[in-house]
């Protein structure tokens, strides 16, 4: 089928009208020119032209404070007249003493305080030379800013002083806020606090920040940086600085094979091993987009080729993991476990809308170097992804920045774009251990977990729980139902040893088991599948963190439902052992009815029962559940209380109330091969799941073994067979480890997909025993492919296809 996220090759040239944010008119965009940066780079160290200097800190300012939006009507007027009493406020409590701005940021030993007495100054900054915030202009403010910067300059930010805890602190939080400063309060700044705050910024981020390519200067901490010192070059006319700046992103632009950065197959990686997409991937987004646009019509204007890879990537990376204004928990890392900060006045809640809506935000800046063909669709993605938030409208966002609002504010206004729908279709990113499947009225995310990829990510004292991450959650959306699932207070509230979708241990692990930054990689290679680009075959070899249990897991993604496989179950921790079919977030009061066999079960609080399998049941409100294997099933009804500050140090002690209800497979203490099979249907009712349970013929399940597992549904045409090993399946016989997924379509022909997620076939054979009259496509890794009375294909060495699908399409006869 056609792949739904693809567009065609980026152009040479991209217009795209002039800038919203007030930023001069774009005529060569950021994509490829005639000309590389190497061409202009003598030339751009030595300019000279302080008026060129001068129009790019205006335009730095068009960027941070937006414009055009009306600052009389809501929800502008409001948000103006918060950030008015929020600087109101921090003036009055300022009070300088020895380490400290604030008494509740002494930053003797916490930089983390100095960088957030950055920010308190930004945002005073920002009520200051906006219009509407009802303190413009003010004399007090102005010397409360004044007196801020020089004693954060005289205590701690200054040339000769050395860093000490978050090297992030130092070299690009406080100096992004110091430099914004610098830009918002030229007029009310003296050539020595300018010339004082870049030495600063020259003494903690120095050029060889930037001058190799690895540790912290990777993906978009790279990208940060050059941010630093392309607005140190801004600020202090440095076009040296600038240039550097410009030329040290281009190591961000090629894919990668490992490491940090965008792999061929869409996947974000950060840190390493961790899928981040959703947020180090939405800073890298947000902030090329700023870079692109500061440069632009200059001398230093971005022209490496390599940009068109970050365009291609708004549809191929960022997109699919967008779902009605929210990006899917799964790529969002250790950020899932923020929630209310404990430093944040405001007390507001970060959460997977909230990262949705910068991503949005940051997509439609980008979108003003592209050409008028991807800026007309990406604006109406965008369009299409705020009408269907009805859960946390982005016009409604208290944590998005007013620049930010504004493009989103002037794409909802403008009826000339059109709202794109949701696309349909299965993506699988290989490269990250993460799958997402599309379908009219739902979608699901799928996180994994191998070598190359953690089972989760903390560090700086965030995510403490999210040990089970990797062990196969899976995650699910409704089109007008369950947007608030994983937003609403899931992670401090669930039980992290009962996250939707894993197999797990129950032996008891201490926060921040497994090692920070991504350290918690099990050992196991064989995760990935294959997908023709609508249904596929995934499966992961699982490992337990910290624990001895080993599972053979398999999902495959179909029109109405997820046929979910489990076998070889296994461990010797003498503790129970479960699979978990879903947890639902049932909200701070939530009784949906719960019917299993026909029987709508008790809705009070702290009710559990076991019932046989095969069996079903029905959560109102979400979907059902076919259970088709051997064995039992058992339903909780429980009431969860957590706290942000249990999984995050940072965050609220508040304590917050969350109604779950719990469906898994209990396979006993120290349990050998034991497995599951089950169907989960997103937005089915009661009368449908029935029916699925009694449509005995429909779904013919293969295989459950340590071998492989296997489906096939004759109504779809569609088989999948993840081979563990060497096998036969039904029609499909596999000479080595493999996944293949055949479609056979209703004009006659048929589409196999054959991966392999281990990455250590030198050679292999598939053979399917169907009729084929005659070969129409093949993948270049198909040595050769026998037809007649059954289909034998050789595939050359697949060690370096890291994991993609190899397609092959006939004629059956």
């Known amino acids: 089928m056609t792949d739904p996220w693809s567009r065609r090759a980026f152009l040479s040239t991209a217009g795209g009208g002039a800038l919203w944010l007030g930023v001069p008119p774009a005529g060569a965009g950021a994509g490829p020119a005639t000309d590389t940066n190497a061409n202009t780079a ?44 929020q600087a109101d406020g921090w003036r009055t409590t300022m009070a300088p003493a020895p380490r400290a701005l604030w008494p509740d940021l002494g930053f003797a030993t916490d930089p983390e305080k100095m960088m957030q007495s950055y920010y308190r100054l930004r945002t005073m900054a920002e009520a200051y030379v906006r219009p509407g915030t009802g303190h413009t202009g003010e004399a007090a403010l102005r010397t409360a800013l004044l007196t801020g910067l020089d004693h954060l300059h005289a205590e701690v930010y200054h040339a000769g002083q050395t860093p000490y805890g978050n090297w ?54 790279r990208v940060d940086l050059c941010r630093v010192l392309a607005l140190r070059g801004v600020v202090g006319a440095d076009a040296a600085k600038i240039a550097l700046a410009r030329d040290a992103l281009a190591p961000v632009f090629p894919y990668v094979s490992s490491g940090d950065g965008l792999y061929r197959d869409g996947s974000f990686v950060q840190h390493t091993w961790v899928p981040y997409t959703g947020t180090y991937g939405a800073v890298l987004l947000g902030g090329l987009g700023m870079l692109f646009a500061l440069l632009r019509q200059t001398p230093w204007e971005v022209t490496d080729p390599g940009t068109g890879i970050v365009f291609d990537a708004v549809e191929r990376a960022w997109a699919p993991f967008l779902f009605n204004g929210l990006v899917m928990d799964a790529v969002s890392g250790r950020a899932v476990s923020r929630g209310v900060s404990a430093m ?83 993506r699988l990113f290989a ?33 403490l729980r999210g040990w089970h991450t990797g062990s196969g959650m899976l995650a699910w959306w409704g089109s007008t139902y369950g947007n608030g699932q994983y937003a609403d207070a899931f992670w401090p509230t669930v039980d992290p040893y ?60 179909l029109a109405d439902t997820i046929v979910c496989l489990g076998a070889g179950i296994g461990a010797t921790d003498g503790v129970p052992v479960e699979s978990v079919i879903d947890n639902r977030n049932l909200g701070a009061a939530g009784t949906h009815a719960l019917t299993v066999g026909g029987t709508v079960q008790p809705a009070v609080s702290g009710w559990s ?25 058992k339903a909780l009804r429980e009431a969860r209380t957590g706290r942000w500050s249990d999984i995050n140090r940072g965050s609220a002690t508040t304590a917050l109330t969350r109604r779950y209800l719990t469906l898994w497979y209990d396979h006993g203490t120290d349990p050998v091969s034991a497995g599951y099979v089950h169907q989960m249907l997103p937005g089915a009712t009661a009368a449908q799941t ?13 295989a459950n073994a340590e071998s492989a597992q296997g489906v096939r549904v ?65 993948s270049p890794s198909v040595l050769s492919a026998e037809t007649g009375t059954r289909l034998r294909l050789t595939f050359a060495d697949l060690t370096g296809a890291a994991g993609a699908g190899q397609e092959v399409v006939v004629r059956m006869g």
């Not at 610098?182 to 030495?199: F, G």
């Open 609 to 633: 029962a076991t019932f046989p399998s095969p069996g079903w049941a029905h959560l109102a409100g979400f979907g059902g559940y076919v259970m088709s294997g051997s064995g039992a099933f």
């Open 431 to 463: 490269s990250m251990d993460r799958a997402t499947h599309r379908r009219p009225g739902w979608v699901a995310s799928l996180s994994m977990a191998s070598r190359r990829i953690a089972h989760y990510e903390t560090g700086n004292g965030e995510n």
């Open 714 to 778: 004759g109504s779809l045409g569609f088989t999948g067979v993840n081979f563990w090993r060497a096998a036969t399946v039904g029609a499909l016989e596999a000479g080595g480890a493999c996944s293949v997924t055949v479609r056979e379509r209703p004009d006659g022909t048929a589409v196999l997909s054959v991966a392999d997620p281990a990455r250590a076939l030198t050679a292999l054979t598939v053979v399917w025993n169907r009729p084929v009259s005659a070969l129409v496509s093949r």
């Open 168 to 221: 992030y602190c130092w070299q690009i939080g406080a100096p992004q806020a110091l430099l914004d400063l610098c830009v918002l309060l030229e007029a009310d700044l003296s050539p020595a606090r300018l010339a004082d705050s870049c030495a600063a910024v020259d003494h903690f981020v120095p050029d060889s920040a930037v001058g190799s390519y690895s540790g912290t200067s990777t993906g978009s901490n």
């Open 42 to 85: 003598r030339a751009a160290d030595t300019y000279t032209d302080t008026d060129t200097y001068e129009t790019m800190r205006s335009v730095w300012r068009g960027l941070y404070l937006g414009s055009g939006f009306p600052a009389t009507s809501e929800p502008f007027r409001s948000r103006l007249t918060e950030l008015g009493d």
């Open 690 to 702: 029935a029916a699925r349970a009694a449509a005995a013929g429909w779904l013919e399940v293969l």
């Open 498 to 557: 009962r996250l939707p979708g894993i197999t797990v241990s129950r032996r008891v692990l201490a926060d921040g088991a497994g090692g920070d930054w991504g350290s918690s990689r099990p050992d196991a290679v064989w995760v990935g599948g294959s997908t023709d680009g609508e249904f596929a075959s995934i499966g992961q070899h699982l490992r337990g963190l910290g624990s001895t249990l080993t599972a053979r897991k398999s999902w495959f993604f």
């Open 344 to 426: 944040d006045a405001r007390q507001i809640q970060q959460d997977d809308h909230g990262r949705g809506h910068a991503v949005l935000a940051a997509i439609l800046l980008l979108a003003e170097g592209a050409d008028g063909t991807e800026l007309t669709r990406w604006r109406g993605l965008v369009k299409g992804w705020m009408a269907r938030d009805y859960y946390s409208p982005p016009m409604a966002d208290q944590g998005l920045g007013l620049s930010a609002l504004a493009r989103l504010a002037q794409v909802q206004a403008d009826t000339t774009v059109v709202a794109l729908p949701e696309p349909v279709g299965h």
